[in-house]
């Protein structure tokens, strides 16, 4: 039997792709802890020296949208700024339309190697799952 902690990852084989499980008390720590995952499974390292702040803004119609645009995100400030982050300050907020709005600010650094490179984050069988008082989702990267 597997013990489940408050919130952690794993990956899971697949196919073609990388599949990775993330859980977590709410919507805020379930996109940390999916970026943390993210980053592990592709073997993402930061460079020592100076660290580097980045806010973002992000809006979606629901949580599995939000969830691959700030996973979106992540890699796109990887691929192009060269930057990775460790440490998160997630708020998540339901607008009166229903969107919802996450506002991050990130600390990292620039990166020193990344051992796998993940292309993309898709929505194959994506769906955040409620269970037992946690968030849980099944995400599937593109390699």
Same mark, same amino acid.
């Given at each position: 039997m597997k013990t489940m902690l408050? +919130?952690? =990852?794993?990956?899971?084989?697949?196919?073609?792709? &990388? $599949?990775? $499980?993330? &859980?977590?008390?709410?919507?805020?720590? #379930? #996109?940390? !802890?999916?970026? @943390?995952?993210? =980053?592990?499974?592709?073997? !993402? @390292?930061? +460079? +020592?020296?100076? @660290?580097?702040?980045q806010s973002l803004a992000l809006n979606a119609p629901?949580?599995?949208? *939000? *969830?691959?645009?700030?996973?979106?995100?992540?890699? &796109?400030?990887a691929q192009q700024d060269g930057l990775a982050f460790d440490t998160f300050d997630l708020d998540v907020q339901t607008g009166p339309d229903g969107m919802l709005a996450l506002y991050a600010v990130l600390d990292g650094a620039p990166l020193a190697g990344c051992e796998k490179e993940i292309k993309a984050v898709t929505y194959h069988n994506l769906a955040i799952r409620s269970q037992a008082g946690r968030l849980e989702v099944n995400i599937v990267f593109d390699v």
């Open positions: 408050p +919130a952690g =990852y794993c990956e899971h084989a697949h196919t073609a792709d &990388w $599949e990775l $499980e993330a &859980w977590a008390p709410d919507l805020p720590a #379930l #996109l940390e !802890t999916a970026a @943390r995952g993210m =980053y592990a499974i592709s073997g !993402t @390292r930061l +460079a +020592a020296g100076p @660290r580097q702040a629901d949580a599995e949208s *939000l *969830l691959v645009k700030f996973l979106g995100e992540l890699l &796109w400030l």
